[in-house]
């Protein structure tokens, strides 16, 4: 315990420079000290549905090394550190018995971070949902968001004595559709368009803990989303584009700003307009329930119609209901195959400010390159230099341009388990030996480091 005050969201005169990392992706020991089964551990282990093949089980074994990741981290000199807590950890069957030793590693984590004066940002849910839970229907059933408000709790009970800057969700947008719908991701279910069933009830989720949370003095919650531009290729692609504008980005803003989903989403899901579903009162907690939003951002999107006997059965099982919808990225392209436009995040950033009012954190922002390993473990990688300088350079345009941002955060600090792509991508600041765990810093962590020491 430290006598640091917590610190919350900072006034508009100060701007928190961070990085990130996400349970699963990075602390392996999914067996140790009581943690219990996540849907990602069980989703893993099916065959095809990880590239590689391989899990989280060790990954960055960060749950053993943080003292590593710490003295990175001041060598960093970041402001804020965005990490995640993995409620299978806190509480392993999703309800009931509660862990106490996972709740020790997060205090050693928090703990760490304030005396090398790094601001702690917490995110309570990285996608990885205890199993118990998605045996019981997971996001779809409408407990689960009960479930959450209560685990939030228990970890805002141990750690909001020291942490004051919270995100409930990251990306529900894949949370559901990718985990619903387009199933390749955990559970790796294909619901359709009940994937918004679960959406509604992510948003309740947030809604339920942001609330008990706040009450409980937490501090500042907010929730992460990819929102995104959505740029249609050409005039007759203007209705695929709104269809993808409702799922990716109106699903999540519009309860939280208006308490309402559009005619659009309703016409798309019908559960939507279901009392059973969105009950009395829902929208009413939702709206207004965040006090600041996570934007993640990575490329844009440009929706088109599909050409005569095109098919795109990635775009249709991640967007239900929007018929005959396709992607056409413009080069140059990622390792991952994203398109790269800074103009998109300027745009982003001062729209979502517009629509929301809200003070906003890019709370994710990197690019997945192809990185040269010399035998030194050096990655001398020039291509993540580029994308994070001209992103940095949107994030101030948009700035100038009125959008109140008050942090930036790199994704990521350590190459990690990059969901179904595996160890396959990588995003990092820092080289990890897959064999040894090794942490190296790149090219560009020295360019970050030089950057946030620049800017403060
Ligand atoms: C985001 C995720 C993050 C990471 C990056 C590359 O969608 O939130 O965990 O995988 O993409």
Same mark, same amino acid.
């Given at each position: 315990?430290?006598?640091?005050?917590?610190?919350?969201?900072?006034?508009?005169?100060?701007?928190?420079?961070?990085?990130?990392?996400?349970?699963?992706?990075?602390?392996?020991?999914?067996?140790?000290?009581?943690?219990?089964?996540?849907?990602?551990?069980?989703?893993?282990?099916?065959?095809?549905?990880?590239?590689?093949?391989?899990?989280?089980?060790?990954?960055?074994?960060?749950?053993?090394?943080?003292?590593?990741?710490?003295?990175?981290?001041?060598?960093?000199?970041?402001?804020?550190?965005?990490?995640?807590?993995?409620?299978?950890?806190?509480?392993?069957?999703?309800?009931?018995?509660?862990?106490?030793?996972?709740?020790?590693?997060?205090?050693?984590?928090?703990?760490?971070?304030?005396?090398?004066?790094?601001?702690?940002?917490?995110?309570?849910?990285?996608?990885?949902?205890?199993?118990?839970?998605?045996?019981?229907?997971?996001?779809?059933?409408?407990?689960?968001?009960?479930?959450?408000?209560?685990?939030?709790?228990?970890?805002?009970?141990?750690?909001?004595?020291?942490?004051?800057?919270?995100?409930?969700?990251?990306?529900?947008?894949?949370?559901?559709?990718?985990?619903?719908?387009?199933?390749?991701?955990?559970?790796?279910?294909?619901?359709?368009?009940?994937?918004?069933?679960?959406?509604?009830?992510?948003?309740?989720?947030?809604?339920?803990?942001?609330?008990?949370?706040?009450?409980?003095?937490?501090?500042?919650?907010?929730?992460?989303?990819?929102?995104?531009?959505?740029?249609?290729?050409?005039?007759?692609?203007?209705?695929?584009?709104?269809?993808?504008?409702?799922?990716?980005?109106?699903?999540?803003?519009?309860?939280?700003? /208006?308490? #309402?989903?559009? *005619?659009? +989403?309703? =016409?798309?899901?019908?559960?939507?307009?279901? !009392?059973?579903? $969105?009950? %009395?009162?829902?929208?009413?907690?939702?709206?207004?329930?965040?006090?600041?939003?996570?934007?993640?951002?990575?490329?844009?999107?440009?929706?088109?119609?599909?050409?005569?006997?095109?098919?795109?059965?990635?775009?249709?099982?991640?967007?239900?209901?929007?018929?005959?919808?396709?992607?056409?990225?413009?080069?140059?392209?990622?390792?991952?195959?994203?398109?790269?436009? /800074?103009? #998109?995040?300027? *745009?982003? +950033?001062? =729209?979502?400010?517009?629509?929301?009012?809200? !003070?906003?954190? $890019?709370? %994710?922002?990197?690019?997945?390159?192809?990185?040269?390993?010399?035998?030194?473990?050096?990655?001398?990688?020039?291509?993540?230099?580029?994308?994070?300088?001209?992103?940095?350079?949107?994030?101030?345009?948009?700035?100038?341009?009125?959008?109140?941002?008050?942090?930036?955060?790199?994704?990521?600090?350590?190459?990690?388990?990059?969901?179904?792509?595996?160890?396959?991508?990588?995003?990092?600041?820092?080289?990890?030996?897959?064999?040894?765990?090794?942490?190296?810093?790149?090219?560009?962590?020295?360019?970050?480091?030089?950057?946030?020491?620049?800017?403060?």
């Amino acid at each position: 315990m430290t006598s640091r005050p917590p610190t919350g969201l900072p006034d508009a005169q100060t701007f928190l420079w961070g990085t990130a990392t996400a349970s699963y992706q990075v602390e392996g020991a999914t067996t140790a000290d009581g943690r219990g089964p996540s849907i990602w551990d069980t989703f893993a282990a099916l065959p095809g549905t990880v590239r590689d093949g391989k899990d989280g089980s060790v990954a960055c074994d960060s749950y053993h090394r943080l003292d590593e990741d710490l003295a990175l981290l001041d060598r960093l000199g970041v402001d804020a550190y965005r990490f995640s807590v993995a409620w299978p950890r806190v509480v392993p069957q999703g309800v009931g018995n509660v862990e106490g030793r996972g709740l020790d590693y997060y205090d050693r984590v928090v703990d760490g971070l304030l005396e090398r004066g790094i601001t702690p940002m917490v995110t309570l849910y990285h996608w990885d949902l205890p199993q118990a839970l998605e045996s019981r229907g997971g996001w779809l059933n409408r407990d689960t968001a009960e479930a959450f408000a209560d685990y939030a709790m228990v970890v805002t009970e141990r750690l909001a004595d020291r942490v004051g800057l919270w995100a409930t969700h990251n990306e529900p947008w894949c949370a559901a559709l990718l985990g619903y719908a387009a199933g390749v991701h955990a559970p790796g279910r294909t619901e359709g368009t009940r994937a918004l069933v679960a959406a509604h009830h992510l948003n309740l989720g947030h809604a339920l803990a942001a609330h008990r949370m706040r009450e409980a003095g937490a501090g500042d919650v907010g929730i992460v989303h990819n929102l995104n531009t959505v740029w249609p290729e050409r005039p007759e692609a203007a209705d695929v584009a709104d269809g993808v504008d409702a799922i990716r980005n109106r699903v999540w803003i519009d309860p939280l700003v /208006d308490g #309402a989903y559009d *005619e659009r +989403l309703r =016409a798309i899901a019908p559960e939507l307009a279901d !009392p059973d579903v $969105v009950r %009395e009162g829902d929208l009413d907690l939702i709206r207004g329930s965040a006090d600041w939003i996570g934007v993640n951002y990575y490329t844009p999107d440009r929706p088109d119609v599909l050409d005569e006997g095109e098919v795109d059965a990635g775009a249709a099982a991640a967007y239900p209901g929007v018929e005959g919808l396709t992607f056409r990225p413009r080069g140059p392209l990622t390792d991952i195959g994203w398109e790269t436009d /800074d103009r #998109a995040l300027t *745009e982003l +950033l001062v =729209a979502t400010h517009e629509r929301t009012g809200l !003070p906003l954190l $890019v709370t %994710e922002n990197g690019a997945a390159c192809v990185d040269a390993v010399a035998d030194d473990c050096r990655v001398d990688d020039q291509d993540r230099i580029t994308y994070l300088r001209d992103h940095l350079a949107a994030l101030e345009r948009a700035r100038e341009q009125g959008a109140d941002v008050r942090g930036y955060v790199c994704w990521t600090l350590l190459d990690n388990f990059e969901w179904a792509e595996g160890y396959t991508k990588t995003f990092g600041l820092v080289h990890i030996d897959p064999e040894t765990q090794d942490r190296t810093p790149k090219a560009s962590f020295d360019f970050y480091a030089d950057h946030v020491a620049r800017h403060r």
